[in-house]
């Protein structure tokens, strides 16, 4: 259950013209694959409503059909869809226009703009497939054009990776008057964090229930249990024994994607609802059955984890069934298969008979922790100076390299700019990464380590 505020709960308009990405946007802020959507327009027909959290309040998020300019005068759908949109948009606290951001705005758009700006309700333009831009790190100069609506800043999205979906509903809260100020907005992601989301992920049939159920029984304190079909993701509050909880994402066996067609619409949604666990975790489990040869299935979820930022472990079960012979096998496939992930620590368990559950956990809290790490500026820069004492950048052409300083700005995953006059080798830049996870560890997460160079620093002196 969600606590819930006096008065009625808010109301969030999304609304654009037809396959800018509403549909697919509406499920990324709902958190559920809700909304249908295809890649063709005019999927969505009728409002559709939602109800769903942020910061701890409850609102009802409207996801709308494409809206046209003179709707109401072409045929009756493209009418009906129209008036639906535009009776969204009179009972809404705040609307969300979404557009393309990988084109120039249209005269669609520019209609749209000039109906919502006489609405009578706060809009924030969504500037969704953002992914799709040149350079993401400059969107701000990608997405000039889009001014011209004048509705303000338009935010850069991604609907189907989830970037800046956080940042949409904090500006959508904020014009509505649900948040007072983005520091409130900090303050209520810092008072209730919530638990780490942990996702088990692995072929089918590999142990990934029963180990959470092991977890779960072990552990006698099962918060909360939101079970879907055996081909939905299920989300499990467990609280251990030590006050420690955890929010497990069992989800259904992400099959090789030749193997997942389209037509097979089970089995394709499943892969879909897999994927989104794993872009809402904190911590990804992947669960291998050590009694069966690491494959490449094994190794392309492992990339998966990678691509999306998250800290890994990696969980051998059903480790009572191995025999001397299996577990030198198990190595060297472990080493060929997934040495490019050498900082995922592994955990030996059998879901049978409970061995290792105390070490899964342990190794889940690591990783996290390694997620999760900050280290000071002075620090970093101490490590740089030491790292290239030991062994200088090569030359780039004729040119000596100079790597100024080191900072973090971010982390979850953490990444690492070193700054310097010129590019560095991969080699160079793996020799880099090496040294720093010597120095700082960062358990159990990858790390984005990246050199920024800036050609004119040697004029600068």
């Avoid at 105390?358 to 996290?368: F, P, R, T």
Wanted: with cysteine; proline share 7%; glycine share 10%.
């Amino acid at each position: 259950m969600t606590a819930e505020g006096p008065g009625p709960r808010p109301i969030v308009a999304v609304v654009g013209r037809p396959n800018v990405g509403k549909s697919t946007l509406v499920n990324r802020l709902a958190g559920g694959r809700q909304a249908i959507t295809e890649e063709r327009s005019g999927v969505t027909r009728d409002r559709t409503t939602h109800q769903t959290e942020w910061r701890g309040r409850t609102f009802t998020l409207v996801d709308t059909g494409g809206w046209l300019p003179g709707g109401r005068g072409t045929d009756p759908l493209t009418a009906a869809v129209t008036a639906q949109a535009e009776q969204a948009v009179a009972g809404a606290d705040a609307i969300v226009l979404v557009v393309d951001a990988g084109g120039e705005p249209t005269s669609e758009d520019h209609a749209a703009a000039r109906w919502l700006r006489g609405a009578g309700a706060p809009v924030v333009l969504a500037a969704n497939k953002a992914d799709r831009l040149a350079d993401l790190r400059h969107a701000e100069a990608e997405l000039a054009g889009w001014h011209a609506l004048g509705l303000g800043e338009p935010l850069p999205v991604s609907a189907i990776h989830g970037t800046g979906s956080g940042d949409l509903l904090d500006a959508a809260f904020a014009a509505a008057g649900m948040l007072e100020t983005p520091e409130a907005a900090e303050d209520a992601k810092d008072a209730a964090p919530g638990p780490p989301a942990v996702a088990l992920l692995g072929r089918p049939n590999v142990g990934k229930s029963s180990l959470l159920n092991r977890l779960a029984g072990a552990d006698r304190a099962i918060v909360d249990e939101r079970p879907g079909t055996t081909r939905d993701a299920v989300d499990t509050l467990v609280t251990t024994d030590d006050g420690r909880t955890y929010r497990f994402v069992d989800t259904a066996g992400l099959r090789r994607p030749a193997k997942v067609r389209r037509s097979e619409a089970t089995e394709y949604y499943a892969s879909l609802r897999t994927q989104r666990a794993l872009a809402s975790a904190d911590v990804a489990v992947l669960v291998l059955d050590a009694a069966e040869v690491i494959g490449e299935h094994e190794q392309q979820l492992a990339r998966e984890v990678l691509d999306a930022g998250r800290a890994l472990v990696l969980c051998a079960n059903q480790w009572d069934r191995m025999d001397p012979e299996r577990s030198e096998d198990f190595t060297r496939e472990r080493e060929r298969r997934l040495g490019f992930v050498p900082f995922a620590r592994l955990v030996r368990t059998s879901a049978t008979t409970g061995r290792g559950m105390g070490k899964l956990l342990d190794a889940i809290d690591e990783a996290l922790e390694g997620w999760q790490q900050r280290v000071p500026t002075g620090r970093l820069n101490r490590w740089l100076a030491d790292a290239v004492a030991a062994t200088p950048p090569p030359l780039h052409g004729t040119r000596p390299v100079r790597l100024r300083y080191a900072s973090q700005p971010s982390t979850s995953p953490p990444k690492v700019v070193v700054h310097g006059n010129a590019p560095v080798p991969d080699t160079y830049r793996r020799y880099l990464e090496r040294t720093l996870r010597e120095t700082f560890s960062f358990p159990g997460t990858p790390v984005d380590l990246r050199v920024k160079v800036r050609p004119r620093w040697e004029d600068r002196r």
